[in-house]
């Protein structure tokens, strides 16, 4: 309420303001009369018009359209916002400052500058300008509102408009080309990758039964059609799937968009190979994809991990404790971190037990390659319990498995 008051009190003081120039300057022509008193009143005259035409003129008069090059990006990649602004009065406006309201998790690579735009629109009124994001930063971006600002040649008046609009891009990780080599069960020092395309829906024959219109041909039991003369169909039993499910640490770490990039670049390799996928991260909420194949669940992955946060903050051997327990012990568990310790080897060991193969991928900066004791020896104990672990060097993500093979 004393907001408003003070606002219009200075409105009002500014009319007060341009009023008493106006009548100081005539007053000046007339008394003092003459050529230079009366072109001083004159010159001045159109000036505090247009201060009050702009006084008078509402910003809502403009209205906002703003269109996305795509609403669906890659990481990295770059985007061309376009606003559109259109009005009904041509008003004249000596310039207009066009500021678009955008999430700061923009920033991260882009400078405040870029959405913040001086025009000069004269009479126009349609109004087009464009401006860029390069090297998009990965998640869930927020465009609020247009912010309007304009003024009159005196700087007396000054007004703005935040105009509402709306939208939303979705920026997915980067990934790059993998060939995926499924994880075999354990080995006592360790576990093995096999080059076999694997089949999900193979099956194999386990007995027969009467023919029934719609089986294939390859079905029909001949043998049997020789002997009794009856048409019989073979009956199958479903073969045990290869099904993966990844798991993301979310504990705070500046590696953490390289594991996203990795999980992302893991799980198109995994569908591709002919496996089914499934995702699960932790932390201020829990993020769950059923193991499932496809094209639509690949997108179904891709967007969780467009949103993922590095927020969780508990241990990450925590974090997964409940989620372990609730998985099919048929499961193969590829765990993408950049910190191992023991407590995370203990538990998927757990797991591990009933034949279960357990890879962990250890994420790290190709610009630091320092060898860790502590970290061998963990590698050393994991490996004693079965358990794969690899280096992946941020940026090399494509030999990963080629790594595995020759191990």
């Known amino acids: 309420m004393m907001k408003k008051l003070w606002n219009s009190l200075q409105e009002i003081s500014k009319v007060l303001l341009l009023l008493l120039l106006l009548a100081g300057t005539f007053s000046y022509a007339m008394f003092q009369g003459g050529f230079v008193s009366w072109f001083l009143f004159y010159s001045f005259l159109p000036f505090s018009l247009y201060s009050i035409l702009i006084m008078l003129y509402p910003l809502s008069d403009f209205n906002v359209t703003r269109s996305i090059q795509s609403e669906e990006l890659k990481a990295g990649s770059r985007v061309t916002v376009t606003i559109q602004l259109n009005r ?19 920033f991260s690579t882009a400078e405040i500058s870029q959405v913040k735009k001086l025009i000069y629109p004269g009479f126009k009124q349609s109004i087009k300008l464009q401006y860029e994001f390069e090297n998009l930063p990965r998640g869930e971006h927020h465009f609020t ?6 003024g009159d040649f005196l700087g007396i008046f000054q007004k703005s408009k935040k105009i509402e609009a709306a939208d939303t891009i979705l920026v997915y990780p980067s990934y790059v080309p993998m060939t995926y080599q499924p994880i075999q069960v354990q080995y006592d020092q360790g576990v093995a990758s096999t080059d076999v395309k694997i089949q999900r829906d193979t099956t194999m024959a386990t007995g027969l039964r009467e023919y029934q219109p719609g089986d294939r041909v390859s079905w029909i039991h001949w043998k049997s059609f ?20 990844l798991i993301l640490d ?12 990795f ?21 201020n909420t829990v993020q769950r994809v059923p ?48 910190s ?68």
């Open 291 to 338: 193991v499932k194949n496809g094209d639509h669940h690949q997108r179904q992955i891709d967007y969780q991990l467009a949103k993922v946060q590095a927020d969780s903050e508990a241990p990450f051997n925590d974090a997964i404790k409940k989620e372990i327990s609730r998985m099919s012990q048929s499961v193969v568990l590829l765990v993408v971190t950049s």
């Open 145 to 150: 509102s247009t912010d309007l600002k304009t």
């Open 250 to 261: 979310r504990t705070p770490s500046p590696l953490f968009e390289d594991l996203v990039s």
């Open 88 to 106: 009904k009065f041509p008003i004249p406006l000596f310039y207009l400052v066009v500021e678009d309201q955008v999430s700061t998790s923009f």
């Open 263 to 283: 999980i992302a670049s893991l799980s198109r390799a995994v569908l591709k190979k002919g496996a089914q996928a499934g995702y699960i991260s932790s932390g």
């Open 226 to 245: 020789a002997r009794t003369n009856d048409l019989m169909t073979k009956e199958f039993e479903e073969r045990k799937s290869h099904d993966v499910c």
């Open 340 to 407: 191992l310790t023991r407590e995370l080897v203990q538990q998927l060991h757990d797991y591990s037990r009933n034949n279960s193969a357990v890879a962990v991928f250890l994420v790290k900066n190709a610009k630091n390659n320092t060898k860790n004791s502590d970290e061998q020896q963990i590698k050393a104990l994991a490996s004693s319990k079965g358990i794969m672990v690899r280096d992946c060097f941020a940026g090399h993500f494509s030999n990963v498995f080629a790594e595995v093979k020759q191990a």
